[in-house]
């Protein structure tokens, strides 16, 4: 799939049509406090493309006019789409990438009536854990490794979405931007967990005080990009890679997710003990199997993901 296409809509055109999701600066956190989330007019699957090649499962962001703010139905089917790649063996890697000049503005709250009642404690909290915490805890959770291809802006809960990816590999004409600030939000979506443990807090603490946009360049001079390559160059690396990992031991590359992603929340011995337990988890697949043959035969391996 490829990860740019025809340029989206500009802010000012935007603001002239009333399309919703007008770069970073129109684009909301899950908070924001016009209304609820909106619900996508079109189809999902037109909205969220999906192909499966080579192993490979490329779920594309395809609302370039809206800089692919992320809609509800959005949501749900990517979220539906990582746990479909979790579960089918025929899916070895994901790549998470977007159509035209943005990755994801964010989330779309334009376009639908307010809520029907007035809004009440605890309604704020509900949708940001049944909405934007679940889309990452969606990619987090999914037992195939996920590079997101980050074709444009990613602002608010869609850098959030970049960030909880396995690899990040980005455009350099792409950026970043903690934009939650520029609202007087609190950043959600998971990023108070995801930005400290990639960069440190101060780091972290910087970017979400002051809501700059980062370029691609300075975002992997800091550890949240893995490579930084010119936009023509994004979609040939991005399969580059998922390719490597879909040729690789699958079931060894999940357990090694979670032992990387739960690393930062345990002690020692807690790390340990995971660490021993997916081994010998791991010890009982056709793979690790495979990876040991192969090593006393001098070949190269032939890596089937089970």
Same mark, same amino acid.
């Given at each position: 799939?490829?990860?740019s296409?025809?340029?989206?809509?500009?802010?000012?055109?935007?603001?002239?049509? &009333?399309? =919703? /999701?007008?770069?970073? $600066?129109?684009a909301?956190?899950?908070? @924001?406090? !016009?209304?609820?989330?909106? %619900?996508?007019?079109?189809?999902?699957?037109?909205?969220?493309?999906?192909?499966?090649?080579?192993?490979?499962?490329?779920?594309?962001l395809?609302?370039?006019?809206a800089m692919n703010?992320?809609?509800?139905d959005?949501?749900e089917?990517?979220i539906?789409?990582?746990?479909?790649?979790?579960?089918?063996?025929?899916?070895?890697?994901v790549v998470?990438?977007?159509?035209g000049?943005?990755?994801?503005?964010?989330?779309d709250?334009? &376009?639908? =009536? /307010?809520?029907?009642? $007035?809004?009440?404690?605890?309604?704020? @909290?509900r !949708?940001?854990?049944?909405? %934007?915490?679940?889309?990452?805890?969606?990619?987090?959770?999914?037992?195939?490794?996920?590079?997101?291809?980050?074709?444009?802006?990613?602002?608010?809960?869609?850098?959030?979405?970049?960030?909880?990816?396995?690899?990040?590999?980005a455009?350099d004409?792409?950026?970043?931007?903690e934009?939650?600030?520029?609202?007087?939000?609190?950043p959600?979506?998971?990023?108070?967990?995801?930005?400290?443990?990639?960069?440190?807090?101060?780091r972290?603490?910087?970017?979400?005080?002051?809501?700059?946009a980062?370029?691609?360049?300075?975002?992997?001079?800091?550890?949240?990009?893995?490579?930084?390559?010119?936009?023509?160059?994004?979609?040939?690396?991005?399969?580059?890679w998922?390719?490597?990992?879909?040729a690789?031991?699958?079931?060894?590359?999940?357990?090694?997710?979670?032992?990387v992603?739960a690393?930062?929340?345990?002690?020692?011995?807690?790390?340990?003990?995971?660490?021993?337990?997916?081994?010998?988890?791991?010890?009982t697949?056709?793979?690790?199997?495979?990876?040991v043959?192969?090593?006393?035969?001098?070949r190269?391996?032939?890596?089937?993901?089970?």
């Amino acid at each position: 799939m490829p990860v740019s296409g025809e340029a989206g809509a500009g802010p000012d055109e935007h603001a002239r049509t &009333g399309a =919703p /999701g007008a770069g970073p $600066e129109a684009a909301g956190p899950e908070t @924001a406090a !016009t209304g609820p989330e909106t %619900a996508d007019p079109a189809p999902a699957a037109a909205t969220v493309l999906h192909t499966l090649d080579g192993g490979v499962s490329w779920i594309t962001l395809n609302r370039p006019e809206a800089m692919n703010a992320v809609t509800r139905d959005q949501r749900e089917r990517v979220i539906a789409l990582l746990a479909e790649a979790s579960a089918d063996p025929a899916v070895r890697a994901v790549v998470l990438t977007a159509t035209g000049r943005g990755f994801c503005a964010g989330a779309d709250l334009r &376009g639908t =009536p /307010g809520p029907a009642r $007035e809004r009440v404690p605890g309604d704020v @909290a509900r !949708t940001i854990r049944l909405g %934007a915490q679940r889309l990452i805890a969606a990619v987090l959770d999914c037992e195939k490794p996920v590079i997101a291809a980050v074709n444009g802006t990613a602002a608010g809960i869609g850098a959030h979405l970049a960030f909880a990816c396995d690899l990040v590999l980005a455009a350099d004409t792409a950026t970043f931007i903690e934009v939650f600030v520029r609202r007087g939000l609190v950043p959600d979506g998971g990023g108070a967990y995801l930005l400290p443990r990639l960069v440190g807090p101060q780091r972290a603490k910087e970017l979400m005080f002051f809501g700059d946009a980062l370029t691609a360049a300075d975002a992997e001079r800091l550890g949240l990009v893995n490579r930084t390559v010119p936009a023509a160059e994004l979609e040939a690396l991005a399969k580059e890679w998922a390719g490597r990992l879909a040729a690789g031991p699958t079931r060894a590359l999940a357990l090694t997710k979670q032992l990387v992603n739960a690393s930062l929340d345990g002690d020692r011995g807690t790390a340990f003990a995971a660490e021993a337990a997916a081994q010998e988890i791991n010890m009982t697949t056709r793979d690790a199997n495979e990876g040991v043959a192969s090593f006393v035969e001098r070949r190269p391996p032939k890596y089937e993901g089970r």
